[in-house]
DNA sequence: ATTTTGGTTCTGTAATTACAGAATTAAAGA
DNA sequence: TCTTTAATTCTGTAATTACAGAACCAAAAT
């Protein structure tokens, strides 16, 4: 396909941000390179040949991708080859999980309260204003997606 | 001070749940002493002597929390030591960051979809619609919380 | 039957991480 | 002034990461 040096730079741009969020540098940029390739899918050997890796590598990573659900193949009738590619309809609930992933802390925060006992109650004034503001976002951020799909729905 | 078994496993979860953000398993660690700690605030000493761990790894610890503001130290008159604290008030507007942090994934796939042209009209399609979705999610993040604020402040 | 294609698995390694330990420094006390 | 205390900085290293390369395997094509 001959990727553009602007496509190329982006693929690295989004190899960088999965690479934030603790995912391998590769991983991120096979996404990458899903999201900029024209057919939004790739062989395994283009994905081997477009990004310059082995085959280990590309192997590894597909494995790694699809058992997190992040990536999906299909095949075509009289071709051996998977066509790699992002199951974008996962995505809106990938972020939901990815939102409440952050307020997860405060599940542990829960279990330090308690642990705390009545110590220090300045401290534990401010761990129960900041836990009131986790869990205020914990119930919103359902209620917010709802209404995005209520009011796309209509 | 002869912490608890269970605050001493409070600590390691803590740490862990900081790991997962890409954190080194120490700093996680400091945050969690600092936290189930009946003072609130800890000195080098004690960090060293809790934790089990080297002062240079301390030292670093306590360099990198403070430059990215996560800890922060206050002295005492006649006293030489430091006491380092979380800046529980600063916890709110971190969730913030962390909650846009998330959706700043929007800007990398703005530059995708300009990127892409008029190549891939379905994946454009559904590319577009998550676009639609976190721009939603962006724009009523900050509007969430102030509303959290709104309610609190009265 | 054997060669090719598409992909996996195993082994090794350069680079990085996450510390420990020792030497060092800077300020306060004796 | 010399020592102690509090903390930093430098050096080394065990463990882990992120791959490459080669051997391998299974299904399909010849």
């Known amino acids: 396909m001959a990727l553009s040096e602007k496509k190329r730079a982006l693929i690295e741009k989004i190899g960088v941000h999965f690479e934030f969020k ?23 050997e283009e994905i081997v040949d477009e990004l ?7 192997s590894n990573a597909l494995t790694f991708l699809q058992a997190t ?6 095949t075509k009738p009289g ?10 309809k996962d995505f809106t609930s990938d972020m939901e999980k990815e939102l409440m ?27 129960k204003e900041f836990l009131n503001f986790i869990k205020f ?6 209620v917010l997606i709802e209404k ?3 009011q796309k729905g209509l």
């Open 22 to 44: 603790g995912m391998q540098p590769l991983f991120g940029r096979i996404i990458g390179l899903m999201l900029v390739h024209e057919r939004a899918e790739v062989t395994f």
């Open 52 to 58: 310059n890796v082995s085959k280990s590598a590309v």
């Open 69 to 74: 659900g992040k990536v999906a193949y299909h």
């Open 79 to 88: 071709d051996r080859k998977r066509y790699f590619h992002l199951p974008m």
């Open 101 to 127: 992933e952050i307020v997860k802390f405060e599940e542990v925060l829960e279990e330090v309260l308690v642990e705390r006992g009545e110590t220090n109650a300045d401290f534990n004034c401010s761990l």
């Open 137 to 142: 976002i914990k119930m919103e951020i359902p």
């Open 148 to 150: 995005y799909k209520r």
